[in-house]
Nanobody, 132 residues
């Protein structure tokens, strides 16, 4: 398994930006698709974005498309989530997760409620709060 540690969360005003990082340890990082998920108070955890093992393919939830960008640096064992034009409804705990062998095509075909399937390594989360 991959051990994951998120960082970069904080408090930001609406319209602002944050960049989250997720540092991974373990030998399977470059063989794993990586994803970002979030959980707002009183809500279920939801999919935000995913990136393929090589970084050549990405997929986003409709709610963040055009505002968030996921990227990865396999040399640094790190995945990033650049968040721009933040809105109060983006307030949540953000988690990164790893899915060994999963492809973006499979993630894209799944319904929203099943996008966590296959992600078997999770970080502890980092809080993002967007004030209005």
């Amino acid at each position: 398994q991959v051990q994951l540690v998120e960082s970069g969360g904080g408090l930001v005003q609406a319209g602002g930006s944050l960049r989250l990082s997720c540092a991974a340890s373990g030998r399977t990082f470059s063989s794993s698709a990586m994803g970002w998920f979030r959980q707002a108070p009183g809500k279920e955890r939801e999919f935000v974005a995913a990136i393929s093992r090589s970084g050549s393919s990405t997929y986003y939830a409709d709610s963040v498309k055009g505002r968030f960008t996921i990227s990865r640096d396999n040399a640094k064992n790190t995945v990033y989530l650049q968040m721009n034009s933040l809105k109060p409804e983006d307030t949540a705990v953000y988690y990164c997760a790893a899915a060994l062998g999963l492809t973006i095509a499979v993630i894209r075909e799944r319904s929203a409620s099943r996008r966590e399937a296959g992600f078997n390594s999770w970080g502890q989360g980092t809080q993002v709060t967007v004030s209005s």
